[in-house]
Nanobody, 119 residues
């Protein structure tokens, strides 16, 4: 089993910054990708940013230029630096890990961390 532990959420004013962290542990075989998704009240969960094993990053259009994803492969940890935060960034942010075992991909989720952007 794989466990994802997130940290770094909180309350921040518009224009502020936060840094989320997610550490993966357990029986990890080969990480195909790690990333972040978010879910605002009444909305579906959406992709924020992901980074593949090869270092290719993918961002939602709404966060491009403001958020930066990075990984520490030695620590199986992924980070999300969020700058110039807007009220519409308010959501529960979930860490995601895709573990590739032979030809099957297993997907794991963290418990979520609340990010609230408000004055």
């Amino acid at each position: 089993q794989v466990e994802l532990v997130e940290s770094g959420g909180g309350l921040v004013q518009p224009g502020g910054s936060l840094r989320l962290s997610c550490a993966a542990s357990g029986n990890i075989f080969s990480i195909r990708a790690m990333g972040w998704y978010r879910q605002a009240p009444g909305k579906q969960r959406e992709l924020v940013a992901t980074e593949s094993k090869g270092g290719i990053s993918n961002y939602a259009d709404s966060v491009k230029g403001r958020f930066t994803i990075s990984r520490d492969n030695a620590k199986n940890t992924v980070y999300l630096q969020m700058n110039s935060l807007k009220p519409e960034d308010t959501a529960v942010y979930y860490c995601n890990l895709e573990d590739l075992i032979i030809t099957t991909t297993y997907t794991y989720w963290g418990q979520g961390t609340q990010v609230t952007v408000s004055s």
